[in-house]
């Protein structure tokens, strides 16, 4: 009975959330490195990571916590899908504190390599743990930074909820945490340019301070000596919400339990178990 009890627990739960974005972060953090300070591989590489590192991330916690790996997934399910409200912030310093391992995990391993790369740790390779307007390197304000982060998380959310949603057509053969990591990879793909796809309060917070206590100065500010950390926080959770609420009002409403749509050529009938 104890060891059901503590499989059952808000401690198991947290437990989950912080190895499962840790493992999100040993991939996505660790590919920056690889390519950005180390030479090897292109922007394709960081996008194909980030997403297996969301997929691996999702098998490891989804039976124990759902596997959120977010806090702005987490907010979302709290705000549409009947979450806990009591939980988001628990979820949410479990998944930074996730992050924030991982990130000490890897600016430990790729010391040698940042150092060469980057003697003075500036902002040449910050961007290996946290992001930056433009990635450092293109023209965008922080403004323009938040525009984008809020349409990403957006995205992001609007197809977990499609993806996740039993009344819809959900992947099956326990196929959910591949798609999601595709998603990240198509966002990565399509979404990378203005804000470096943050998309996540964790995955940007938790790796930027592990930068800050190992010697990167300057993680808070971006490029321009403004101000930055709270881009890929804010953006994030109103994006989040944003998409969450277009799924609910454009699909979710419209979806029944009791029985499907009239059928049309190319309607996808609900699933056995859902009418």
Wanted: proline content about 5%.
């Amino acid at each position: 009975m104890a060891k059901r009890g503590w499989r059952n627990s808000l401690a198991a739960e947290l437990s989950a959330e912080f190895a499962g974005t840790l493992i999100l972060i040993l991939f996505g953090c660790g590919v920056v490195a690889q390519v950005v300070a180390g030479g090897l591989g292109d922007h394709d590489s960081i996008a194909w990571a980030w997403g297996l590192g969301v997929t691996f991330g999702v098998y490891t916690a989804a039976r124990i916590s759902g596997a959120h790996l977010n806090p702005a997934v987490t907010l979302a399910l709290a705000a549409f899908k009947g979450f806990s409200w009591s939980k988001v912030v628990p979820y949410a310093l479990a998944q930074t504190l996730g992050a924030f391992v991982a990130a000490l995990l890897v600016r430990w391993n790729y010391s040698e390599v940042l150092a060469k790369f980057d003697p003075g740790h500036t902002f040449k390779s910050q961007f290996v743990f946290s992001t930056l307007p433009g990635n450092g390197v293109n023209p965008i304000s922080e403004w323009g930074a938040l525009r984008d982060q809020i349409i990403g998380t957006a995205i992001l959310l609007f197809l977990i909820f499609a993806v996740t949603d039993m009344l819809n057509t959900p992947p099956g053969a326990n196929m959910g945490a591949f798609i999601i990591g595709l998603i990240v990879v198509a966002i990565g793909m399509a979404w990378g340019t203005d804000a470096g796809y943050a998309i996540n309060p964790a995955r940007d917070f938790g790796p930027r301070l592990a930068s800050f206590i190992t010697g990167y100065g300057t993680a808070w500010r971006d490029q321009y000596g403004n101000i930055y950390f709270w881009v890929p926080i804010v953006g994030p959770f109103i994006g989040g919400l944003l998409g969450a609420a277009l799924y609910k009002y454009l699909i979710g409403n419209f979806l029944t339990r009791d029985g499907d749509l009239p059928t049309e050529p190319g309607r996808v009938p609900a699933p056995e178990g859902n009418r």
